[in-house]
């Protein structure tokens, strides 16, 4: 089970800065920034911006040379030290930049990949092994160094790898410093694709007009509720008029619920199911499949109705064992509705090897969830 070091991660942004690494000469590409590219109508960088920013409390920019060319971006900007180092010297000036104003945590990014997911920082944060240590991106069976969250930690021992032993590749770097490896899918779009030739933009530009739609988990510490944040969000959804449908669960067996206030709630019709009952001598309880299969129904509906959003909290214990809702939840992700659930911290991994990986993963805030709606609303799809 993750600590609370990493739980902390999972629910504010506030200790961890960002970095934009921009040092490469782009010579494959006339030598101009790779990040000035325009993808889908807008430049690279200013798509990788709009991704990381809503991740990390403040962003710094890394590039060497005249700085005056990114002036519009109204970004701080830091060059290498030393210069000419690669992308590890990005590191290390983000590193050393993110200590110095107080931030435990940097997530890293280069300039030129611009399909980033909006759930870097939190995803990586589920693979750190330890509070000093650094999780880096993988897809398609090839890992990407340059795209990690460190420690600040790291920024002396990363200073004295590069500076004293000489070592330049980011991929002995993450060696070195026992970096864990997070995996995401590459269909249909590789989240890291980078743009690094003119063929390659031109595919990028195929990528960025296809409409693609993930799932949203909201990833909860162990014990504790989500309803009042769900509740709010359907409370907002219908004023919105959005046409939401689903099943909507009142208390839990985690938090302590007494089991016959524990209840799923269909959203059209406002019908209450019981789903916990009570077993033995003492009182002890489970949940009652009957009453779920019941409960199921009004999620049936929701999807043969194609409402949008379609909630369905939580992936719990039965779904994560093959029961439960899961069924009706994977057939309404493969209609290609927007499904919004929670997941436990405890069942993380269970939810992402269901799903394939194919979600986007949530913190535990209104505004999150509304950025997710946005990112999956027919208007931007």
Not at 76 to 91: S, T
Not at 350 to 359: D, I
Request: a neutral charge.
């Amino acid at each position: 089970m993750p600590r609370g070091w990493i739980e902390t991660l999972l629910s504010q942004n506030s200790s961890v800065a960002g970095v934009i690494t921009a040092g490469g000469k782009a010579s494959r590409m006339g030598g101009e920034d790779k990040g000035r590219l325009r993808v889908g109508g807008q430049a690279i960088l200013s798509r990788v911006i709009n991704t990381l920013r809503p991740q990390v409390s403040t962003l710094l920019l890394n590039a060497n040379g005249d700085g005056a060319r990114f002036a519009d971006l109204d970004l701080d900007i830091k060059p290498d030290d030393p210069r000419g180092a690669g992308p590890l010297a990005g590191l290390l000036a983000g590193l050393e930049w993110a200590a110095q104003i107080g931030c435990p945590w940097l997530l890293s990014v280069p300039t030129d990949t611009p399909f980033l997911p909006a759930d870097l920082r939190i995803r990586l944060a589920v693979g750190l092994r330890e509070p000093t240590g650094a999780a880096i991106a993988r897809s398609a069976g090839r890992n990407h160094p340059v795209i990690g969250l460190w420690s600040t930690a790291l920024a002396g021992s990363l200073r004295r790898f590069l500076i004293d032993q000489g070592e330049l590749r980011a991929t002995r770097w993450a060696q070195y410093c026992g970096a864990a490896i997070v995996d995401w899918p590459d269909d249909p779009v590789d989240p890291f694709f980078n743009v690094n030739t003119p063929d390659d933009r031109m595919k990028a530009e195929h990528l960025a007009s296809l409409s693609i739609r993930r799932a949203g988990a909201v990833v909860l510490p162990a014990g504790r509720d989500a309803y009042r944040l769900l509740h709010g969000f359907v409370t907002e959804a219908r004023r919105r008029g959005l046409p939401i449908g689903g099943l909507l669960q009142q208390g839990g067996k985690s938090i302590g619920t007494p089991p016959a206030e524990v209840m799923m709630l269909a959203l059209d019709t406002g019908q209450s199911f019981p789903i916990m009952q009570r077993l033995g001598r003492h009182a002890s309880c489970a949940a009652d499949t009957q009453q779920i299969a019941l409960a199921s129904v009004a999620l049936r509906r929701a999807i043969e109705q194609r409402r949008e959003p379609i909630l369905v909290n939580k992936f719990g214990a039965l779904e994560a064992e093959g029961g439960g809702l899961i069924d009706e939840m994977l057939n309404g992700m493969a209609e290609g509705l927007p499904l919004l659930t929670t997941v436990s911290t405890e069942r993380l991994a269970a939810w992402l090897a269901c799903c394939g990986g194919l979600c986007e993963l949530l913190p535990a805030d209104p505004d999150a969830l509304w950025s997710w709606w946005e990112r999956q609303s027919p208007q931007s799809a």
